[in-house]
């Protein structure tokens, strides 16, 4: 089967954002730091708020000495801060200028596909599915069980080139407005007391996706999230840009059952007892699966009691599903401004009422997320405020005064209806299949949670719509601080 390529339009979405922001700031100028000086932390704010500031706090590198201090300004001077000497976990700060490319040969070429995996072939591994693309054979053809290994071995090179880990007590920064990574797959592994502040993180293209027939009707599947934390605690994450930057999805190309080939997992995505963490003031931009938090239903032994998040400030642009999603944790989602639209050029958003995967808020198994003050926008023929919150296991939720286009909304009674549409359609297909029901079906829905943010940390929200609306444009990613 030929893959064919699909093309739109270039969003304006993002554009009129920017206009909007430009005419709120406008007579304010920021400069830009030699890439030899120490921007201090003077223009940037000094802690967090949230989940992050409990418990002691998040300090990141802050008490490094200057021979722990870095400017880096390519891949293999960033690797080498992280290193820090042989001490990555010893405090550190790292001043990024400038773009850093994960695929940075170091000979000044950029590595690709066909570096990582010569001779590999997508339209050759879809091949081996068979016509339908239904079900893989490795002697279907007498390349495909080298496909299959090549696969996994071109994914395995790749992860090993793009992906930087982050050790304990870190400030990641960017220094100026145009600090960047593009095609890194920064990770958190375990790390604590973490900072990562000013910086666009475009993510990283995945040559090497795979294909799963039996997901629905059939789904690809990305390796690398742009950031990953995985059993981290204390991160702070700050006026940060995440976004598919030039390979978004409607550039992509069209695989079996008319899927796009999926290049990209997550923007951010938590796990694993990832615990206290606040982001901030950031922008996630023109994404499909953008926050995960829990990787499982599976995963409570792991994250229950964990998965404390903080979300304020932030601006969440076209993103068709997880903003967060979120299993077993307490998450407080404060202030933060959503805008899709049904019509949009690049990447409409569409419910599952109008056919599609879209939500914003995403109730998962045993989540409890206390909503406050949120802004949601979404416009175009068809949008209704349904797409706030979508429940596929989750039975508690809570909201405080949001608006849906500027009025104030029932959000509580939109999470309510997606539950009882997930309850029934789970009990009904127990029924068909002959099975045991999901063990949450048996309880009803909470218009409440057992924790408030309230009674753990101070953080005083904005009240309207319009304060909310224009402090994230004014606020929020790389570059405004």
């Known amino acids: ?4 390529k699909i093309t739109k339009p270039v969003r304006g979405r993002l554009a009129v954002a920017a206009a909007a922001l430009s005419l709120a700031v406008a007579g304010m100028v920021v400069a830009s730091p030699s890439a030899g000086a120490d921007p201090g932390h003077d223009a940037a704010p000094s802690r967090p708020v949230g989940w992050a500031s409990t418990d002691g706090g998040v300090t990141g590198g802050g008490s490094a000495g200057a021979a722990n201090r870095f400017v880096v300004h390519n891949r293999a001077e960033l690797i080498n801060a992280v290193n820090n000497g042989g001490q990555p976990n010893a405090p550190k700060v790292i001043k990024v200028v400038g773009n850093i490319y994960g695929d940075d040969a170091g000979d000044g070429t950029h590595l690709g596909q066909q570096d990582y995996r010569p001779g590999w072939d997508l339209d050759r591994y879809i091949a081996c599915y068979g016509p339908d693309a239904m079900e893989w054979s490795d002697s279907r053809y007498p390349d495909c069980g080298d496909l299959r290994r090549g696969r996994v071995m071109g994914s395995n090179a790749e992860k090993a080139q793009i992906q930087i880990t982050l050790g304990s007590n870190t400030t990641l920064v960017g220094l100026g407005n145009h600090a960047k990574l593009t095609g890194i797959y920064l990770t958190i592994n375990g790390g604590s007391n973490i900072i990562v502040q000013n910086l666009t993180m475009e993510s990283p293209i995945d040559y090497f996706p795979s294909w799963d027939p039996g997901d629905g009707g059939g789904s690809w599947n990305a390796r690398f999230d742009a ?13 940060v840009t995440f976004t598919d930057g030039a390979h978004p999805d409607s550039a992509a ?4 059952h008319t899927k796009i080939v999926q290049q990209h997992d997550g923007l951010l995505d938590m796990e694993d007892g990832t615990n206290l963490v606040t982001v901030s003031n950031s922008v996630f931009d023109n994404h499909s699966k953008t926050l995960l938090l829990g990787s499982g239903d599976s995963k409570g032994d792991r994250d229950r009691g964990k998965l404390r998040i903080t979300f304020v400030g932030n601006h969440f642009i076209d993103s068709e599903q997880r903003s967060p999603r979120v299993r077993f944790g307490r998450v407080d989602v ?3 401004l959503y805008t899709a639209a049904t019509d949009d050029p690049q990447r409409p958003i569409l419910t599952p009422k109008l056919g599609g995967p879209g939500y914003f808020l995403g109730l998962g198994l045993e989540s409890q997320i206390y909503s406050r003050y949120n802004a949601f926008d979404y416009t175009g023929p068809g949008a209704d405020s349904s797409i706030i919150a979508w429940a596929s296991g989750g039975t508690r939720f809570f909201d405080r005064g949001s608006w849906f286009n500027g009025r104030k909304v029932d959000a509580i009674a939109v999470a309510r209806a997606s539950f009882d549409q997930a309850k029934a359609e789970a009990l009904a297909d127990a029924a068909a299949d002959g099975t045991e029901p999901p063990a949450w079906t048996a309880e009803s829905f909470q218009p409440t949670v057992d924790w408030n943010p309230d009674d753990v940390y101070q953080l005083k929200p904005l009240h309207s719509e319009r304060q909310v609306t224009r402090s994230v444009l004014a606020n929020a990613g790389a570059g405004r601080i």
């Open 1 to 4: 089967m030929e893959l064919t």
């Open 227 to 239: 950031m990953s934390i995985v059993t981290g605690t204390h991160v702070w994450i700050d006026h």
């Open 253 to 256: 190309e069209i695989g079996p």
């Open 334 to 336: 404060v202030n933060n």
